[in-house]
């Protein structure tokens, strides 16, 4: 007995003291990797086949950089430690050809000044390509395209075989980690690099990624890059043979950057759903009730769009087709599988318009000389030119009424034609295209606050910020108009041609600023804000979340928390409206006394009966098999895949000098051999004794 | 514990080296190799069957050739087994991740 509690006893030591100089030894740091992903014939990101160690190297600025990478005299590898926007293909290059580069850390957001919102150089350059996904979008064929974003660097599409890491103050956990790398950069800058010992880190980035998405979904180290779009309509009757006109207002959910667990696209994405989400709180406000109206509306919110327009084509692509379901299951579908086939109401061939808001976060400066201040653009296809020119005069026009003096003062108009100085540049990337290369006759009209080139924060981890003025004006801007637009084409009429009741009741039509400035904050900086916990009752998680990504994630294997939040917002928006019987409530609050109808859902703790789908988004190009598993359908059609990680890790130790390790792997070694040639002359002796007895 | 190979008979060398020979063709290519090692320091007792020697040079031929087919296949697999796709994968037993 007591035998057996000694040795449990010093099993326990054991364990705690291994634990103990675990602890000692490293210090685990919270990371936000770059990752490996994969499309139709390679490899995009970040990977590193072996854990990956450096001596923490600290460089502020490009003379840094160059001056580290020429330096002699450094003997080890080495993690440089960078603001982000030093992270260029040519300065990876360079350091690569150093060899003496283990990993890179890039600094986006920190305590010290270098870092510091003020430091960011005034001209950003973009991640992303010069003409992003344009290779998925309405003129893949035209080789000479315009190209929306110029000055792009295509970053995210380079492959890198070391392994780098963010980090970013945006809360208390990495925060943490800034201050522990920090610090030891700031050690190891303080010894000159040479005083040793020195700290190191370690990197854990292995990722199972193999060769191409199809090589990987095969071998099941792949899942693909999506989630779910959101649909909505007031009209809860439609479908696919009313032959009523739709009109759709479509916007983007999700962005994409270097670092997921940062993507976040202000200006690239959220613009966009926040305008779609206020237009539609607006328009829930109209006066003449939208489901009596002669035209359908029609909400979509995509996602995954920021990956070859995943959401819109897998969308257009499903409602365009009759889908034959192998094995239903109620009114969903096992396989193929579909959550449910309200998709199917809605008929592409009765799409009469499209809006769609894009990048309309930052109106630009006013346009000197001209006399005209800041406007939004409209942007057309030119190949179908005719067919929108009239959805982009009345755009126009009613841009012209909106009048915003704060965004606008003294100005002309508030919106123009993207090609009101002659050039044909076409749509630029939006979910349109998806709509126009399957119904290439449809109105379409893209609102952006650029004319040629998008914003150089586009798909760029600093897309982190919003000015609660200027922000929240241009938001307001682009949506009071397509409201108002949308509301025109929903009851079929122009600004000349509307009754005087109808006058009275766009008029009623307003962009809540509060809404606006609300959502923003919810979506960017805090997810357990007042307005999300309406719905969601997020606070009640025993940690609420606060600064979510918003990058799409992958298919069913994540939560979506955006899509989620703009599910519950939409349903609320385009709930039916029953005058007659007071809504049931505390479906939420109390569940097992309060049950909602089989067609009803539970939105911020009231039985509604709404017509606000999920669908689900990811590469056309990829399908799922009956067991579940993914294969590669279509090649030439989106198939983004993310890899499957083993558990990513960093942590910081000491290293010793390369010398002073020399000399303890030759102390080992002797001791060793001590060791043995004292074990066998002792046999010896002991065998020579025992005889001699 | 086995007779040693000194010790044996003329005719129970050739038995064995026919059964070690005609065991290489039931994919056990090694026994051929086995075969010569075994036999190798009788190979020139005078009472020996020249059989013996014929299943010993056969023996050799064999496994020389297997071995050259081994390695050849070897070095294709291994250059060629991501490019053979979903066919590749099956022939291999442990697949390597990461690549």
């Known amino acids: 007995m007591l035998k057996r509690l000694a040795i449990g006893l010093a099993a326990a030591c054991a364990f705690v003291a291994a634990q103990d100089s675990y602890d000692t030894i490293y210090n685990d740091i919270g990371s936000l990797p770059c990752v490996r992903l994969l499309n139709a014939t390679g490899t995009i990101g970040c990977q590193s086949m072996d854990a990956a160690t450096g001596v923490l190297f600290r460089t502020d600025t490009q003379d840094d950089i160059q001056q580290f990478a020429s330096q002699g005299g450094l003997v080890s590898k080495y993690t440089v430690v960078m603001p982000y926007w030093l992270l260029t293909n040519a300065n990876v290059d360079l350091l690569k050809s150093s060899h003496k580069l283990a990993a890179i850390i890039a600094v986006v957001n920190g305590t010290d000044p270098v870092y510091s919102p003020s430091a960011r150089p005034t001209i950003n350059i973009s991640p992303d390509t010069t003409c992003p996904n344009c290779e998925f979008g309405l003129y893949s064929d035209n080789p000479n395209q315009y190209q929306w974003n110029p000055t792009g660097s295509g970053l995210l599409y380079s492959q890198f075989d070391f392994p780098i890491y963010a980090l970013n103050t945006m809360d208390v956990r990495n925060t943490m980690s800034y201050n522990a790398v920090m610090q030891a950069a700031n050690t190891n800058r303080f010894r000159g690099y040479n005083n040793f010992p020195l700290k190191a880190l370690q990197f854990h980035a292995f990722m199972w990624a193999a060769q191409d998405a199809g090589t990987c979904l095969r071998k099941g180290w792949c899942t693909p890059v999506g989630g779910a779009s959101v649909w909505a309509t007031p009209s809860i009757n439609i479908t696919s043979t009313d032959n009523k006109p739709i009109v759709v207002i479509s916007a983007a959910m999700d962005s994409r950057s270097l670092f997921h667990d940062l993507t976040m696209g202000v200006e690239s994405s959220i613009s966009s759903m926040v305008t779609l989400l206020a237009v539609a709180e607006a328009l829930s406000r109209s006066s003449i009730p939208l489901d009596t109206m002669p035209n359908h509306i029609l909400y979509t919110l995509f996602t995954a769009e920021a990956w070859g327009f995943s959401g819109s084509q897998r969308f257009v692509q499903d409602i365009s087709t009759t889908i034959d379901c192998l094995k239903p299951n109620g009114a969903s579908c096992t396989y193929p599988f579909y959550s449910d086939l309200d998709f199917e109401r809605i008929n592409p061939a009765n799409i009469h318009a499209i809006i769609e808001a894009g990048q309309v976060g930052s109106l630009g400066p006013a346009t000197p000389g001209t006399g005209s201040g800041p406007t939004l653009y409209a942007h057309i296809d030119n190949t179908q030119a005719a067919a929108s020119t009239a959805l982009l005069d009345q755009i126009v026009q009613v841009g012209s009424t909106v009048g915003n003096v704060t965004a606008a003062p003294n100005s002309t108009g508030t919106i123009q034609a993207a090609n009101s100085d002659g050039v044909q540049r076409g749509l630029p990337p939006s979910s349109s295209m998806s709509f126009l290369k399957a119904q290439p006759q449809i109105p379409t009209v893209v609102v952006t606050d650029y004319q040629k080139e998008m914003s150089l924060l586009t798909s760029s981890d600093l897309d982190d910020s919003w000015d609660p003025v200027k922000t929240v004006n241009s938001i307001q801007l682009a949506a009071s108009i397509i409201s108002k637009t949308a509301w025109l084409q929903a009851q079929g009429v122009n600004n000349a041609t509307m009754t005087p009741a109808q006058q009275q009741a766009i008029g009623s039509i307003q962009i809540n600023g509060q809404l606006v400035s609300d959502l923003l904050y919810c979506l960017t900086q805090n997810y357990s804000c007042p307005l999300v916990n309406s719905y969601l009752n997020v606070t009640a998680s025993p940690n609420p979340p606060t600064r979510l990504p918003h990058y799409t994630g992958t298919l069913y294997s994540q939560s979506q928390p955006f899509p989620i939040f703009a599910w519950s917002f939409l349903a609320n928006m385009t709930r039916v409206q029953n005058a007659t019987s007071p809504p049931v409530t505390g479906c939420s609050s109390n569940p097992l006394v309060v049950q909602c109808a089989s067609d009803q859902y539970c939105v911020g703790d009231q039985c509604i009966l709404t017509m606000t789908r999920y669908h689900d988004a990811f590469g056309v190009g990829i399908a799922m098999a009956e067991d579940n598993s993914y294969y590669i359908k279509d090649a030439s059609k989106p198939v983004w895949v993310e890899a499957t990680w083993d558990p990513i890790g960093l942590r910081l130790f000491d290293v010793t000098s390369p010398r002073s390790q020399k000399v303890e792997l030759v102390v080992g070694v002797l001791l060793t051999a001590l060791t043995i040639g004292l074990v066998v002359v002792s046999k010896r002796v002991i065998k020579k004794t025992l005889k001699t007895d | ?99």
């Not at chain 2, 026919?18 to 009788?42: H, Q």
């Not at chain 2, 069957?49 to 070095?75: C, D, E, H, K, N």
């Open chain 2, 1 to 99: 514990m086995a007779k040693p190979i000194e010790r044996m008979g003329s005719h129970e060398i050739l038995v064995v080296s026919r059964k070690l020979f005609l065991g290489g063709f039931c994919l056990l290519p090694f026994l051929w190799v086995f075969n010569i090692l075994y036999i190798w320091p009788v190979r020139n007792r005078p009472d020996l069957s020249p059989q013996v020697r014929r299943y010993l040079i056969m023996s050799g031929v064999l496994s020389i050739a297997m071995f050259v087919i081994f390695a050849t296949w070897y070095g294709v697999f291994v250059d060629h087994r991501l490019n053979w796709g979903a066919r590749g994968d099956t022939l291999t037993v442990v697949l390597v991740k990461g690549v």
